[in-house]
């Protein structure tokens, strides 16, 4: 963890953000807003970032907010993108990278 890192997690239990009800997703959205403009005023980017594993486990969802300087801000996109395609074979079988620019991750990914 780092200075100022925090996660944004809702009261109920869900796995993922992909199965959330709207007003939840909503709110989870003006936290994140508030935080991307909290470290801008600050002269920090951020890093949102979701883990889901084992979902047979059904753990608690949380979202990460993790700050970083401006530059590096500006270069993460590319760092995650090469690790992600440059991972090991065992994550072959799925898509690598879903581009999120014109869309959330719940219009991305569906959940069976």
Same mark, same amino acid.
């Given at each position: 963890?780092?200075?100022? %890192? ?6 109920? %239990? %869900? ?98």
């Amino acid at each position: 963890m780092t200075e100022g %890192h925090c996660l944004i997690s809702p009261l109920q %239990h %869900h796995c993922s953000a992909t199965g959330l009800d709207e007003d939840i997703w909503s709110e989870m959205q003006l936290f994140r807003r508030t935080l991307v403009r909290m470290f801008e005023s600050q002269e920090l980017d951020c890093v949102f970032m979701e883990t889901h594993m084992n979902p047979r486990r059904r753990q608690h969802m949380v979202l990460e907010c993790i700050p970083l300087p401006r530059e590096l801000g500006d270069m993460a996109p590319i760092y995650y993108k090469k690790a992600i395609m440059d991972c090991d074979e065992e994550w072959a079988m799925n898509k690598k990278v879903v581009n999120l620019s014109s869309k959330d991750i719940r219009q991305a990914v569906r959940t069976p």
